[in-house]
């Protein structure tokens, strides 16, 4: 599974940003689709995730003010961020939970896109 992700840029506090993913795979069965960040000296957290029945799933710290969302293709998913503040900056990255035929995991990152948010 490859993961292009993009929109990530510099904002002010209280600014909005859509981060985009697009993943591709032949044989794989998507599990669920998410979004993870990490900031500065932290780890790499989850802040959103939707799975194959359209479930979502946000950190505490974002509840509310990030929406994800996925395009009918199942593919192409997103991550609506309202109302930024400055320690939501950091690296997001995209990520698929996948199935092989065998009903094996496997977990897929994309390349990371930096968000920064200035107060």
């Known amino acids: 599974v490859q993961l292009q992700a993009s929109g990530g840029g510099l904002v002010q506090a209280g600014g909005s940003l859509m981060l985009s993913c697009e993943a591709s795979?032949?044989?794989?069965?998507?599990?669920?689709l998410g979004w993870y960040r990490q900031a500065p000296g932290k780890q790499r957290e989850l802040v959103a995730s939707?799975?194959?029945?359209?479930?979502?799933n946000y950190a505490g710290s974002v509840k509310g003010r990030f929406a994800i969302s996925r395009e009918n293709s199942k593919m192409t998913f997103h991550l609506q961020m309202n109302m930024l503040k400055p320690e939501d900056t950091g690296v997001y990255y995209c990520?698929?939970?996948?199935?092989?035929?065998?009903?094996?995991?496997?977990?897929?990152w994309g390349q990371g896109t930096l968000v920064t948010v200035s107060s």
């Open positions: 990520n698929a939970d996948t199935r092989d035929i065998l009903y094996r995991r496997w977990v897929y």
């Open positions: 795979t032949r044989t794989m069965t998507i599990n669920s």
């Open positions: 939707i799975n194959d029945a359209g479930l979502t």
